[in-house]
């Protein structure tokens, strides 16, 4: 949204991330991961989608401007891939809302999270290699360092004591006003 007069771009600090319920939440999804993806870094050429979305969790960071949903300012999907072994992929957070939001960090939380209350014994990704450090903070470890999609990634692993079994399907991002 443009602000008038001026005042610049309006960033809502409230951002509720949750799984998504409705099907405007998930086209804005794939909105995101397309532009994140396809178009600012080039990863696919035309969509990033495949068929793990037809059976993956999509969580939604959800911007809100007086209580009512505003935007999807992130996401990212997860699933079993086998019995106890979940992964989560396609964090995507919009370009206005990726430096000190919390807004990644809060995603993350929440998917390993559920997935651990839904039996996980492991949870993994595949991290690009830039954001391996970011990972390494909220208490993953690289298993190896691989190329996937033509660009160098960590697969990497949650610490699942970290992150404990939670009922929640809703977390608040707590941002300060810039």
Known sequence: ?????????FISPAVLVREVAMDWELAACHA?????????QGIFPLTDRDAIDDVATVLAAVST?????????????LHEQRPRVWVGSRLAVGRAHRHGGG??????????????ARGARR???HVQSRNAAFFHALNWQ????????????HLMEADLACYPAAGA??????RTAA
């Open 142 to 153: 690289t298993i190896a360092e691989e190329e996937l999609h033509g660009h160098p990634h």
């Open 103 to 116: 807004i990644g960090t809060t995603l993350i939380r929440l998917a390993v999270c559920l997935a651990h």
């Open 65 to 77: 401007v007086a209580g009512m949903d505003d935007d999807i300012v992130g996401t990212v999907r």
């Open 1 to 9: 949204m443009s602000g008038a007069r001026g005042l610049g771009t």
């Open 32 to 40: 995101l991961r397309r532009e994140v993806f396809c178009g600012e």
């Open 169 to 174: 399907r809703a977390l608040h991002v707590l």
């Open 123 to 125: 949870f993994m990704a």
